[in-house]
């Protein structure tokens, strides 16, 4: 069977702007040239999201409906450059008429009153924004779009501009009064839609009128209250400019909106429309009730971490699967999700098995095998709102008689491998769950219900890339589906047995979206819908492999796949578990549950890029995944995964000059990579190699033979060479890219804070970013360190370039004390760039190098506290250090200084400044200083587990996942730089942002168990070295090493230097960590554990 993939489309258009249109009514898109204006695609099932709402208030409550496409009451018909769409709404007769120019665009709208008395009503012009080529991500466009208001003799004006790619401008006014505005999709929608399936500003008197710039750019005006007693006319309008180089500061383009507008023309009611109409309604849901606290003891007698907001809202059980209420989902803007992973995906290789779902009643969505960005078999969630019904997989249940789809549950369970939607309904309950088996890539999906039902379970296919792009065929052979990738994609290029299989152990018909419809007509919407009847069970796998090779062995059930994946995340985490007998024992114990769900994250990071909100990705990030992965695999010693990452790193290094690329893909699409990177990348593969050597003393892996890449075609050369040979080449490269009679490096194409790039491009010749400086000296000095004797030459070059950094680093970065974020050489001056000499920009002091020459021992030991004083006191916020001190001044999205920081309308993630990532590392420096306290602190404030017990302003968020960002709750930029002391007081509320995509849950780990609680192998060798405060004495923590379990126990009277170490009653010596700031920790030789380690568990006692 072949699904078509060609949607029948009507274009409206004069010249520029062509609006198509569905045969519904509904709006496909809005384009010019390669812009498309709106954001979401229309279909016919789920309407479309640009829309004209008519509102009648009748005895103080609102009835409205909307009057484009197929989820309103209208007729319609075409013309060239027009469409009208008519009909009856609570006895109004309406027309629209849409009226497309080369540059506009006008909705008139004329109401009649059919009664003899009065009606009140309004109307709501409703525009979701894109200005930027289709198919990016939704909420990271909306980021960038620019949103201002001004008034006119009509009311508001609202103006967009697109920030990051070209400067497309959208305006939206009236020629008639309008009295109220928003711009982002949250505000009219609000939270409550995805469970009520209403828009929250219809039921509100007026719209919020703020200027709110979040990740749904959508902007709406609402018309002023008319008493309708005839006849009345309401116009809209919408205008396009490619090209606004400018910011916007007042309205513009006024004489030429007047000129289309005094071309329009009026219609009277005519016949011979068309409409098509729906048979189900994808908002009529069936939301779980609320669980009384005696069901819940019921099905979860036993619940740890509970958080309580006015009533219970979440808890973990003790397998460590986290449990959310409906309540809570209600509450929170990013709703509640999970990434399934299928098991064993330690070693790299590209066939892992995902799927992402939603509280919401998303139950599997972007499921792909291998490639997260182009092996997709279904569709992603595009929306935080759930406003698209047809993305991903859905349930339906008949109820009297009418198909309704399955949304909000009464409570959310989400294990290791799996996910469990509850919906308590009046007489019954349904549970729906969903995992993954460990031994191969099969999802599968358990419906139960009390009663018997019809169900339909659809499934939006894409197979490939996006949606709508690929002709879909499967082959139906008994109750089994088998879907096969087109040999005219991308995909099948790289993988042409691409195969995805889904079967189930009852009987099933398939149907597509005619369905949906009343005339039962196939409109090629990419549905293959399974119906099943009367039944109270549902067993459906879905099975995958990119070769083709499907794997028909009967998968176990839940509990024995849960436990395989326990015992495999158990060997991962090397049987961590962390306890103390005292009033932390609570807290103390969220690290216990923490571990595995960041494991979690950092496996997802690692062997399946992508995240809930940063659904694209696929690739890996070279400087990411040199932290994240391979930090998290050498705390957990799989040190032959770290040795295949670096294998894995340093295959990708350009024959032509020994850089790296920014990111590249790690499958068969190995030629999907970026051409060039920041200044820093090429640091970071040496710095994990110096890493692992000093952890491994394997000093065989640079005899390791591997080859680069070609710039010329991105392809591996047949050639190889040893590792030992890559490092040479870049050290080379690295050295003939210094500030010229320095030893500082060239800042190049950026640093880690991308959203600092300098805006003039020319300038990155002549710039230092001094934390790439001291990163560099970091490696350099670690691998002179650890490098072997039979590579003294290098060793000894290492040393000698490591000296060189720290002379010209103390003399030109540091300045009266405080180290430089960036430095511009202008001839023979230095202008310093985010610093207290820098008049310029506003910023004053930046948290990476002062965190970096913590960590890699720059700074003089006489000088620690001062610098721990400079964050303290302008860096430091109750929710963690911040990026800067300051906000970079924001001026409507227009470059002066810097490209990204002056470009996003959005106040969040790195421009919000409390990046975590960066955070954790300032915990790492704690660490590096002896500042105990801090690190223990440092690791809570970002503990998403009842995070308000140590960041009091924090908002309700998920808990159970890492968040990149602490995004102070400021509705825009302007707002974020009138207020940003309030973050320092706590006094501004902080949300968390973008989850479990990100380097952070694998960064986190490492501090946690080598910094924190100071369990590290360095050749071999038990390294000790906790940084633990007093308060926490009498702390105990079972690991594994050498594989033996150990009972650390920590007891701590000075809390300055361990005194005595004793392994299972034996007092050993050992000698002292060298250490800069502090004393350093003990060091204990293999020798001594392999006489005292016994095989039953040990108990190593540290005295402190």
């Not at 000790?1024 to 126990?1049: S, V, W």
Request: aromatic share 12%; with cysteine; charged share 25%.
């Amino acid at each position: 069977m072949k699904l078509g993939k060609d949607i029948k489309t009507i274009e409206v258009k004069k010249d520029g702007i062509t609006f198509r249109l569905l045969e519904s009514g509904d709006i496909l898109s809005i384009n010019k040239d390669n812009i498309q204006l709106n954001q979401y695609r229309g279909n016919y099932i789920d309407g479309t999201v640009t829309n004209i709402y008519l509102r009648v208030k009748k005895n103080n409550q609102y009835k409205y409906t909307p009057l484009i496409g197929v989820k309103s009451p209208s007729e319609f018909k075409t013309s060239d450059n027009e469409v009208i769409y008519q009909g009856v709404f609570e006895e109004i007769k309406y027309q629209l008429k849409l009226t497309v120019f080369n540059a506009s665009w006008f909705y008139q709208i004329t109401l009649k009153n059919q009664t003899n008395e009065k009606k009140i009503v309004d109307v709501f012009y409703g525009q979701d924004v894109n200005l930027a080529p289709a198919g990016g991500n939704e909420a990271y466009i909306s980021q960038y779009i620019d949103h201002q208001v001004f008034d006119n003799e009509n009311g508001f004006v609202v103006c967009s501009r697109q920030n990051m790619f070209q400067p497309a401008y959208l305006q939206i006014g009236s020629m008639t009064k309008n009295i109220a505005y928003a711009t982002d999709g949250f505000q009219f929608f609000g939270k409550g839609f995805k469970t009520k399936r209403q828009p929250a500003a219809l039921n509100q008197k007026e719209l919020s009128s703020q200027v709110y710039q979040y990740e749904f750019a959508y902007t709406c005006l609402q018309s002023e209250s008319i008493d309708l007693i005839d006849e009345e006319n309401i116009v809209f309008y919408g205008l396009y400019k490619d090209d606004h180089k400018e910011a916007v500061t007042q309205i513009e383009y006024t004489e030429e909106v007047l000129n289309d507008y005094h071309q329009l023309t009026t219609n009277d009611f005519i016949g011979n429309f068309s409409k098509v109409s729906l048979s189900i309604d994808v908002d009529d849901v069936i939301n779980g009730c609320d669980l009384q606290l005696e069901e819940v003891n019921t099905l979860f007698p036993n619940r740890y971490h509970e958080e309580c907001d006015e009533g219970l809202l979440s808890f973990y059980l003790n397998n460590k699967s986290h449990v959310v209420l409906k309540r809570k989902e209600q509450l929170v803007e990013r709703p509640h999700g999970h990434i399934l992973l299928n098991g064993n995906v330690n070693e790299i290789k590209d066939n892992v098995y995902s799927t992402t779902n939603f509280m919401y009643g998303i139950f599997n969505s972007q499921i792909v095998c291998g490639n997260t960005s182009f092996n997709k078999m279904i569709s992603n969630a595009r929306n935080a709102l759930n406003l698209l019904k047809t993305s991903g997989q859905r349930i339906y249940v008949k109820l009297n008689g009418c198909y309704q789809i399955l949304n909000m549950p009464s409570a959310y369970e989400m294990g290791l491998n799996y996910t469990k939607w509850y919906y308590k309904l009046s007489n019954e309950m349904i549970i729906v769950t969903v995992y993954t088996n460990f031994n191969g890539q099969t999802i599968v999906m358990d419906i139960e219900s009390t009663n018997q039902h019809d169900f339909m379970i659809t499934n939006h296919m894409v197979m490939g890339v996006d949606e709508y792009a690929h002709q879909i065929e499967y082959l139906k052979e008994g109750n089994s589906l088998t879907f096969k990738v087109d040999s005219d994609t991308f995909t099948a290029n790289q993988y042409p047995n691409l195969t995805f299989k889904l079967e189930s152990t009852q009987d099933f018909t398939v149907v597509h979206d005619e369905i949906f419809y009343e005339d039962k007509l196939d409109r090629c919407e990419p549905l293959v819908n399974l119906l099943f009847n009367q039944t109270k069970k549902i067993s459906l796998q879905i099975k995958g492999d990119v070769h083709g090779q499907i794997d028909d062995n009967k998968v176990s059930d839940l509990s024995s796949e849960l436990t395989q994946f326990i015992n495999y995340y158990q060997e991962n985490v090397n049987h961590f578990n962390i306890s103390i007998n005292n009033e932390s024992s609570q807290e103390i114990d969220k690290f216990n549950y923490l571990i595995y769900w960041y494991t979690h994250n950092a496996l997802i990071h690692y062997a399946s890029p992508h995240g809930l909100e940063q659904y694209g990705g696929a690739a890996w990030g070279t400087r990411d995944v040199c932290q994240g992965p391979f930090e998290y695999f050498l705390a957990t010693q799989k040190f032959s995964i770290c040795k295949a990452i670096l294998k894995k790193v340093y295959a990708h290094q350009f024959l032509e000059n020994g850089d790296w690329p920014q990111w590249f893909m790690f499958d068969k699409y190995s030629n999907v990579q970026a051409s060039e990177s920041h200044g820093d990348i090429i640091v970071w593969p040496l710095r994990s190699l110096a890493l692992y050597l000093k952890a491994t003393s394997d000093y065989s892996i640079l005899d390791e033979e591997m080859p680069y890449v070609t710039l010329k075609n991105m392809t591996f050369t047949e050639e190889k060479e040893t590792l030992l040979s890559h490092v040479k080449k870049q050290i080379e490269h690295m050295t003939d890219n210094l500030i010229q009679n320095t030893h500082l490096s060239i800042y190049g194409d950026g640093d880690w804070d991308d959203t600092l790039q300098p805006a003039n491009p020319e300038l990155r010749k002549n710039m230092v970013s001094g934390w790439t400086t001291a990163l560099t000296y970091e490696a350099f000095h670690l691998l002179s360190e650890y490098l072997n004797e039979e590579n003294l030459e290098l060793k000894q070059l290492l040393k000698e370039l490591s000296i060189k950094i720290k002379e010209d680093y103390l003399a030109y970065v540091i300045k009266d004390k405080v180290p430089a974020g960036f430095l511009l050489f202008d001839q023979d001056k230095i202008k310093y760039i985010v610093h207290p000499e820098d008049k310029k920009t506003g910023v004053k002091y930046r948290l990476l190098p002062i965190n970096r020459c913590f960590i890699s021992g720059l700074f003089d030991k006489e000088d620690v506290n001062h610098y721990f004083e400079l964050v303290k006191e302008h860096l430091y916020h109750p929710d963690g250090v911040r990026l800067m001190d300051t906000t970079v001044n924001y001026q409507g999205g227009v470059n002066t200084y810097f490209k990204r920081a002056e470009q996003a309308a959005n106040f969040g993630r790195e421009i919000g400044l409390q990046y975590v990532h960066a955070h954790i590392r300032f915990v790492e420096a704690m660490a590096k200083i002896g500042y105990k306290d801090e690190v223990y602190k440092g690791l809570m404030r970002i503990n998403p587990i009842n995070i308000q017990k140590h960041v009091p302003n924090a908002e309700i968020r998920q808990s159970n996942c890492y968040f990149s960002s602490s995004d102070a709750k400021f509705n825009n930029r302007y707002e974020a730089m009138k207020n940003f002391d309030k973050l320092r007081t706590g006094d501004v509320a902080v949300k968390g942002g973008w989850r479990v995509y990100s380097s952070g849950p694998g960064i986190y780990l490492y501090q946690l168990i080598c910094n924190f609680l100071g369990i590290r192998i360095e050749q071999g060798d038990l390294l000790l070295d906790p940084q633990i405060p007093t308060y926490l004495n009498g702390l105990t923590f079972q690991y594994r090493y050498m594989n033996k379990i150990i009972n650390f126990h920590y007891q701590m009277k000075e809390n300055q230097k361990i005194n005595q170490i004793t392994i299972n009653g034996n007092e050993v010596k050992f000698s002292n960590i060298v250490n800069p700031y502090r004393v350093g920790g003990a060091i204990i030789k293999k020798e001594v554990l392999e006489k005292y380690l016994t095989e039953d568990i040990n108990k190593i006692n540290i005295m402190l």
